[in-house]
């Protein structure tokens, strides 16, 4: 009798090792996982942030100029001959 009351123990200690082994594991997956997506969120985020800044930056760039400038900027811009000139708006255009 004894030795069914040690082997009955022993069992569940053991099932009781391998319940906790098992929510151990999940539980360490889903901090990863949350870790993981904090991290993919802050990239957007910096990314947003980003194309914010460079479209405030545009948009001050563009308003300080009359609207003949701007239209010039853009035709000398994207006409099919300067296609190799670079796209971005830069403080040299501001002074042409």
Avoid: C, P
């Avoid at 569940?12 to 993981?36: D, H, P, Q």
């Amino acid at each position: 009798m004894k030795e069914l009351y040690i082997w009955v123990i022993s069992m569940a200690g053991l099932v009781a090792g391998l319940i906790t082994v098992y929510f151990k594991g999940r539980n360490s997956g889903k901090k990863e996982e949350e870790a993981k997506q904090v991290e993919h969120d802050l990239i957007g985020e910096r990314k947003r942030n980003e194309n914010l800044r460079t479209s405030v930056d545009i948009n001050s760039d563009v308003s300080g100029i009359s609207d003949d400038d701007v239209r010039r900027r853009l035709r000398e811009r994207f006409s099919r001959d300067n296609d190799k000139r670079d796209l971005r708006l830069g403080e040299a255009d501001l002074d042409k």
